[in-house]
């Protein structure tokens, strides 16, 4: 199992950088290449394109053209109409109310989309900051776990000795050997811990399949917590980015109705026309020419039989507003739930963190309690390197408390929407 691990950590350091980060320098290069976030600014680059198709109708185009033909007869081209040399046409929206309700609604779904970039923001710093963590508590643990190995082959060597010598029974040789395999075990456990949390992290900030991104040493200040837990429910249900999304898509689908029922106004436009002939089509024809000729008016539409279908499309689109409806509401509901859970495990974790702290303190002034009575000769000193690999125990069961408190602590920014300006 050790030659394993110690190969995978080979190959992963031969073919791999490794880059040491702050959190927030991790953080500043998540939000600026991570794939989820640059995927959510696609679509809403697609969705601000979309306006401009949208508003494409009320904006005037002019086509111009000009073509030969063989003519037997009366002159006229392929239409019908006079043949002209050059031919020019426009022709623009002046009032069409159900595509200016599709402009609403694609100005509305470029909000939508801006709330999905910052959702997605959100939960990459999550996974982020949930990563460097774990990479940090690998990298302590480690340094705990190799630390505890030291002391108990330090126990090991003084228990052969007293074996060989006759002082001690054979099987407390084998305990002692068995305590070292343990630690070595512990430490190859910690190792794939970490290389897996450097690894996952790196790929989160959008980095190659094989690069490392490695916690750096820093003096971090703990996570801050709204003071009202009942104040943070009701700030993290104004803010939350999921019902911005759903009220979104629901003004979406009421601009949608708007739409349909606007299918029976008239729509008003602007159309010109410009030719310009030539003498010879007319000379035989007509008695008089005139070579430039246009024409400038209105057109009006009026829908006179609409049909069942618009009737049916506002009914579904009611259907979708319902739902829409249920799902603000069971997300109030978890908001409101998940908040109130994720408190719970705060103070949970601090009363854990807590007593891991007490008991380390208590393993502490025990070694020193130990180290004094070395001196002193009335005690091993295989029995002060026990007290220090238990110290190195307690600094274990130390880190992952607080490990799990910071993680705590950042599952309640999440859900307050409060993580990206906390961890800034």
Known sequence: MQKLVLFLLFVCTAFSEVKTMTLRQALELALAQ???????????????????????????????GSGAAKTFGFPANIGGEAPSILNAKTQMQLFDRPQSLQVAQANESLRGSAVEVGRQQDEVAFRVASLYLDAEQAGRSLQAAQRESENL????????????????????????????????????SFSLDLLNAEMSLAQVLGMKP???????????????????????????????????????????KMLEIKGYKAQRLPKVGVIAQYELFAKYYYQNFYPAFQRNSGQLGVSIEVPVLM?????AYVSQAEQDI?????????T??????DLRRAFQEVKRAESARDFAREDLDVAREQVSIDLARSDEGRLPMSAVEQSRAIEQEKWLAYYESQHVLERARLNVMKQTGTLLAGLK
């Open 34 to 64: 991570n794939p989820d976030i640059i995927l959510a600014r696609l679509d809403q680059q697609k969705a601000r394109e979309q306006i401009t198709i949208a508003r494409d109708p009320f904006i005037p185009k002019i086509y111009a």
């Open 153 to 188: 082959v330090h126990v090991l060597e003084y228990v052969q000795a007293r074996v060989a010598d006759g002082r001690e029974l054979p099987i407390e040789g084998h305990k002692a050997d068995l305590a070292v395999r343990k630690a070595k075990n512990t430490i190859e």
């Open 210 to 252: 094989d690069d490392r991104v490695r916690a750096a040493s820093e003096d971090r200040a703990p996570l801050a917590l709204p003071v009202s837990e009942d104040q943070s429910i009701s700030e993290a249900i104004e803010s939350n980015r999921d019902l911005k999304r759903l009220e979104s898509n629901m003004q979406v």
């Open 307 to 311: 049909g069942r279908s618009s009737g």
């Open 322 to 330: 319902a739902k829409l409806r249920v799902e603000v509401d069971r």
């Open 332 to 337: 109030r509901t978890r908001i409101t739930a």
